[in-house]
Structure formats: structure tokens, C-alpha cells
């Protein structure tokens, strides 16, 4: 991550999030979570939870753009679930942060 240093004690300012994931072969519903800490992890809160329905005749990609107003963030948790109902391998194909 590149990103530019607050002038508030330390973190990155993120300011956009892009992330792609992808799913071609079995029909199922994915979760993606996004989760900041201000404070060098010792606590995260949840910025973004999101669902997806993938079906190899229908949508298999998504895309995704969120802006945001983060200014001292230390870390980022990105945690995706692949199938809700079962198990399954997640395919995340690309993940962009912005200053």
C-alpha cells in the first residue's frame, strides 16, 4: 500500500478502496468484510460487509468501489468467506488502496 501519512500520530489516510472478486465455476453466495484499526490492531472496526451471488451462467465477477474518509488507519483486515452455505476457495483478483 502506498499511501500518504496523517499528520495525526501516525497511520495512513485511505481515502478509496477497489477490490475484484471472481467466481466461474459453482453457483454460491460469497461475503466480503472489511475491517480498520486506528490503534496498531489492538481494535478493528467494520467498515464494509458485503454479498455477492455468483452463478456460472450468470454473474461471476464483481467489482467494487467504495470511497472513503479513513485518516490514521494502522491496519486492514480483509476477510472473505467463499460460499455461506458450504465450503469453497475465494478468488479475489485484484485489491487497490488510495490515498
Known sequence: MTARRSGKGGGALISRLVYEVEETLRERT???????????????????????????????????????????????????VPNKSGSGTARLTALRLFA
Not at 490492531?41 to 452463478?55: D, G, K, P
Request: avoid cysteine.
Open 30 to 80: 460469497q461475503e466480503v468484510r472489511v475491517e480498520v484499526s486506528d490503534d496498531g490492531a489492538r481494535t478493528y472496526r467494520q467498515i464494509l460487509v458485503q454479498e455477492y451471488n455468483f452463478s456460472p451462467r450468470g454473474a461471476t465477477y464483481q467489482r467494487e468501489e467504495q470511497r472513503l474518509d479513513l485518516p490514521r488507519v494502522t491496519h486492514l483486515r480483509l476477510t472473505i
